[in-house]
């Protein structure tokens, strides 16, 4: 069922978006008119195959790429309209990142990846110090929060990145794939606290996925077919 | 295969391969220059000698009292079966209209010529029609230019010109000019004017004498004429032995020369590592999967040498193009600073000889082989099918860093141990500077680790997580950031060392001049270019009168000669100074428990003479030997009673007392004098009423403090070509930091792209790269200063030595110090401003898209 109407307590509102990429002399189309919104605390798990625009999804809602057309706001924040820099502070005030390679900066260690996002906005102070201590003891890292990044496993380094997406209390976290480097048992383990870190901050997230175990932890479930969202409940 | 593979790789970053070609051809340009330079200012001596030397064999040389008509009539007359001679006066001339333009006169009797110089002049046989032999003969000032000296000078057939010699000007008359025949160099005979031999002695005011005598000698018939000499302190040696002496005189100069040239190709091997690390590091991927298809450790070496070999044909070739035109640019300058130093050096071209040009390719080639190496090896180390991280091959270089240090110490330790070796050769204790830098290059790399370690907390307290991120990814990417810190050290050192050294040198001529220069006014005939090459004596009238003149409160006469010695001319100075002067010596040398002082009264007394340092040192001599002068009276050996501190001529010289020297040589003209006012008149005045006293006498009148000005007007153009080797240097290793952050700008667009996804904006991405590069500078300028000092050491106490003789302290000016670690970083942040702007621009949503 195409989702069209967006309830007036609508968080992230997506507007008959549309985006078209180059690919040599012609493009291609991703959306075309495309509509959807997410309620504030809402858990969205995405699916979709490969190259059906999930990740395009996510960087629209991110700022990171601009629409062709149409409005991407964000509680009350119209994206789309934004120039570059605006979007980029919005970006790391308001957003968390988890990513499929958990992309910590490897220069930087476990308490400092943590930091970087208060540090780059110029808001580190010692509350979010305390966050981010607490955070990483909550993911189970107190001991390595010294440790450079290559020298963490696969399932340590997402544990830092969960909580490096937290740490700044952002309204919205986009994770994609976040589990599609580790093992079962470590996915099962990383997306039960990512869920349950989310719901505690009263976050709002959408997970982009080929992971039918997300499914149990979202409230709605996505699915993109040709540009367009198909919606179900989810399992939780 | 592997080759097609391997280009396109390089295809996808053309800008890297760019930068090395850039860097190598640098390297190679300054060797090449200085190279051809350095020999077009060889070859222009050795061909305007063999011009004026034509086939003769031998010369018969005279003393301080010259040899005459007579004493050749005497030889000619008693000449074995078989022998010829030919007389010569050779002077240098300056053309009055024409500031700073010399002349070379030939003076030669064109009866006895014929064999000797027959392509040379149209003389003898000559077919020319506007040539008249008895008007050469017997009209007064008559000489012959080659036309393109004719016409350079404005002069035809018949018209008259000014020269300048020895206190006089004197009327030329232009008789004829010719072309140069084949065979000759028509360079060399730019600025020779021929002219009967009579003709030449009374130009040169030296009515009967003679400078040498040429001769044809069959072999075996030497021994014959050394018997005929007369007077006793004239001496036959063979032609050879006179532009050999030329040679030796300049081989120290041309040495270092080359030494420093090697300093940016040395910067250069730098650059080619790290070109040839990033090669192989991004490439890991693809040489795992060919060796996965069997190809093996060999093939894949090859591959990395064949690249740097190619590169380096390639960049050796373009820098050969530009060492030809950097060649052209110095050769001006080079032989006006050898003219300065050691005698005038005629016309000098570049020509292209193939043979040199061809070693400077292979030095270029070479180098770059060399250079790629390690990555050559360490790409056969890559495992089949293994595709390690770069967090891996960093981890395996970090955990080299102790041994690579331990390496560097030894060879620092060997460099000095080969320094001490051999005590005298300069090319050992270039061997050893070599060796010295090569060791530190291998120190740089933990040493920034330490440096980076300690600024990071600084950097993180100034810029917040950016200045973190900027100190630590120096350290993350130690393979690649280490080697073009090292670089840039390497380069900001040379030009520390050479700084340091050149300035404590100035420092110390400056000090020694003016304690030397205490005189108000110097008297001189007029000299050309090349002072030293052949003083020329003051009338002895003028001598008087200059003396006599009223204001006059003291005054050194000093006689400049050359003397023959048992190993060749060396210079003699002859003063009659009292013990007032012995403020302007400064012995550092003396017989046994005596002192400076004893050292100074027994060569003022005639007891014996002083050495300075440059003859003491290329001679092996030392206070309390004797020195054996071939004087007037046959040869006598002089006591050494002391060795002085004396920056004015770096092949030596010996001090006499005036009166020990007219003993000897019964010589008593006089070359220059040193006059000071009485406090009444003062220096102007003085210089007014001897320039009255002089009246038409053509002198020389120069206050101290000109003097001092004009030397070290002349150090300063000396040591001007320091500051191309410093710009070039600098330049290559500006090269090789860019290079290296273009690099890892490289493979960091993953990294910039997440954190401009994480809400870094592109100032912050700016100000991350440019924290990076100025820590990069920071940490290579605060590792030069070491390195800097060291080479200012070895240039001074261990190059100089050995190259010149002279000693001096080293002095420490803070500024130079300042401007090495600010040319460092200065250097880093101008590389990185590009790369920070390409970062700047990396797309986040690309990056995530290849998620």
């Known amino acids: ?236 | 295969m592997i080759w097609r593979a391997s280009w396109r790789h390089h295809a996808r970053s053309p800008w890297l391969l760019a930068l090395a070609v850039i860097g190598v051809a640098v390297g190679v340009a300054m060797v090449a220059g200085i190279d051809l330079a350095n020999s077009a200012a060889r070859r222009a001596f050795a061909d305007a000698i063999a011009t004026v030397t034509g086939t003769a064999t031998h010369q018969v040389l005279p003393g301080p009292n010259g040899i005459n008509d007579a004493d050749y009539a005497r030889l000619r007359t008693s000449l074995p079966q078989g022998v010829q001679a030919a007389p010569v006066i050779e002077a240098e001339v300056m053309v009055a209209d024409h500031p700073g333009r010399v002349l070379r006169l030939l003076g030669v009797d064109p009866f006895a010529e014929g064999a000797f110089r027959s392509g040379l002049l149209p003389i003898g046989g000559s077919d020319r029609s506007d040539f008249s032999l008895p008007r050469f003969l017997t009209e007064p000032g008559a000489v012959v230019l080659a036309q393109y000296t004719a016409t350079e000078l404005g002069l035809t057939p018949g018209s008259t010109f000014l020269v300048r010699v020895g206190g006089r000007r004197v009327a030329l008359k232009l008789l004829s000019t010719f072309q140069p025949a084949a065979g000759f160099n028509a360079r060399a005979l730019r600025g020779l004017a021929l002219t009967d031999i009579s003709t030449a002695q009374e130009i040169l005011g030296r009515v009967g004498a003679l400078d040498r005598i040429d001769l044809l000698v069959p072999a075996g018939s030497e021994a014959a004429l050394a018997v005929l000499l007369r007077p006793a302190d004239s001496e036959l040696q063979p032609s050879g032995a006179r532009a050999q002496a030329i040679q030796n005189l300049t081989a120290a100069f041309h040495t270092n020369l080359s030494a420093l040239s090697l300093i940016a190709v040395v910067v250069a091997m730098f650059l080619i590592y790290n070109t040839a690390t990033f090669s192989v590091v991004s490439r890991r991927d693809l040489i795992g999967r060919l060796r996965a298809a069997g190809a093996t450790r060999a093939a894949i070496a090859g591959v990395v040498l064949g690249e740097a070999a190619l590169l380096g044909l390639v960049a050796s070739l373009i820098g050969i193009g530009a060492g030809i035109a950097l060649a052209h640019g110095l050769i001006g300058g080079m032989t006006r600073t050898i003219g300065e130093l050691y005698a005038t050096v005629p016309d000098a071209g570049i020509v292209i000889e193939p043979l040199a040009l061809f070693c400077d390719l292979l030095v270029g080639v070479l180098a770059t082989v060399v250079a790629a190496a390690v990555p050559a090896w360490e790409a056969t180390t890559v495992p089949p099918r293994v595709a390690l991280g770069r967090s891996h091959s960093e981890s395996a270089f970090r955990a080299r860093l102790p041994w690579l240090a331990l390496c560097g110490v030894v060879l620092m330790a060997a460099a000095g141990a080969v320094m001490l070796t051999s005590v005298r050769s300069v090319a050992v204790g270039f061997a050893g500077l070599g060796g010295l830098i090569a060791g530190y290059a291998l120190v740089v790399p933990i040493g920034v680790v330490a440096g980076m370690w300690l600024l990071r907390p600084i950097a993180r307290a100034l810029f917040g997580p950016i200045g973190a991120m900027g100190v630590r990814s120096v350290v993350s990417a130690l393979s690649r950031t280490g080697v073009a810190v090292a670089a840039l050290s390497i380069a900001a050192a040379a030009s520390l060392g050479i700084g340091v050294m050149v300035a404590s040198f100035r420092a110390t001529v400056d000090e020694w001049l003016t304690q030397t220069l205490v005189a108000d006014l110097y008297v001189t005939a007029p000299r050309p270019i090349a002072a030293k090459a052949s003083p020329q004596a003051l009338s002895p009238t003028l001598v008087t009168r200059l003396l006599a003149t009223p204001g006059v409160a003291a005054a050194v006469p000093k006689r400049d000669v050359k003397v023959r010695s048992s190993w060749g001319e060396v210079s003699l100075s002859a003063f009659d100074h009292d013990d007032r002067a012995m403020g302007r010596f400064r012995v550092t040398s003396f017989v046994g428990s005596a002192s400076a002082a004893a050292a100074w009264q027994g060569y003022v007394a005639g007891n014996g003479v002083l050495i300075t340092e440059p003859l003491a040192w290329r001679q092996h001599l030392h206070a309390g030997q004797t020195l054996r002068l071939r004087t007037a009276q046959g040869e006598h050996d002089f006591p050494i009673t002391g060795v002085v501190v004396d920056y004015a001529n770096d092949q030596g010289q010996v001090f006499i007392s005036g009166a020990l020297y007219r003993q000897w040589w019964r010589d008593t003209a006089v070359t220059s004098l040193s006059l000071t006012a009485t406090p009444d008149v003062g220096r102007v005045e003085l210089e007014r009423r001897l320039r009255a006293q002089a009246g038409g006498d053509d002198v020389v009148f120069t206050a101290s403090r000109d003097l001092l000005d004009t030397s070290l007007a002349v150090f300063d153009r000396t040591f001007a070509i320091t500051d191309v080797a410093r710009i070039l240097a600098g330049v290559v290793a500006f090269i090789g930091v860019l290079s290296a952050l273009m690099a890892l700008s490289l493979e960091r667009t993953r990294e910039i792209g997440v954190l401009r996804a994480h809400g870094c904006t592109p100032g912050q991405v700016v100000a991350l790269v440019l924290t990076q590069c100025g820590a990069t500078g920071l940490i290579a300028g605060l590792l030069s200063l070491p390195l800097g000092l060291a080479m200012a050491q070895v240039l001074a106490a261990v190059i100089n030595r050995r190259s010149f003789g002279w000693t001096f302290p080293l002095a420490l000016p803070p500024g130079l110090l300042a401007q090495a670690v600010g040319l460092a970083v200065i250097a880093a942040l101008l590389a990185g401003v590009y790369p920070a702007w390409r970062m700047a621009r990396t797309s986040p949503a690309a990056v995530l898209r290849d998620e």
């Open chain 1, 1 to 236: 069922m195409p989702f069209s109407s967006a309830p007036t307590t609508a968080f992230v509102q997506l507007d008959a978006i549309t985006k078209r990429y180059r690919e040599g002399a012609g493009g291609r189309t991703v959306f075309s008119g495309l509509s959807a919104h997410i309620a504030k605390g809402e858990i969205i798990a995405l699916f979709g195959r490969s190259g059906s625009g999930k990740s395009t999804l996510l960087n629209l809602l991110a700022g990171i790429d601009p629409p062709d057309a149409g409005r991407v706001v964000i509680d009350g924040t119209d994206l789309a309209a934004a120039n570059e820099r605006a979007r980029t502070v919005f970006r790391r005030r308001n957003i968390g990142f988890v990513f499929q390679s958990f992309n910590l900066i490897p220069t930087l260690t476990a308490m400092e990846n943590l930091l970087l996002r208060v540090e780059l906005d110029g808001r580190a102070d010692a509350a979010s110090r305390a966050r981010a201590t607490a955070l990483l003891d909550e993911v189970g890292l107190a001991a390595r929060a010294d440790s450079f990044p290559d020298r963490l496993s696969g399932g340590e380094q997402q544990r830092v990145a969960v909580a490096a997406a937290l740490v700044h209390q952002p309204a919205l976290i986009l994770a994609d794939e976040p589990t599609g480097n580790l093992d079962e048992h470590t996915a099962a383990t990383m997306l039960a606290l990512l869920a349950r870190l989310v719901r505690r901050a009263g976050a709002t997230m959408l997970v982009a996925t080929h992971s039918s175990e997300v499914a149990a932890i979202a409230d709605r479930v996505w699915t993109l077919h040709d540009g367009v969202i198909q919606e179900r409940a989810g399992e939780v």
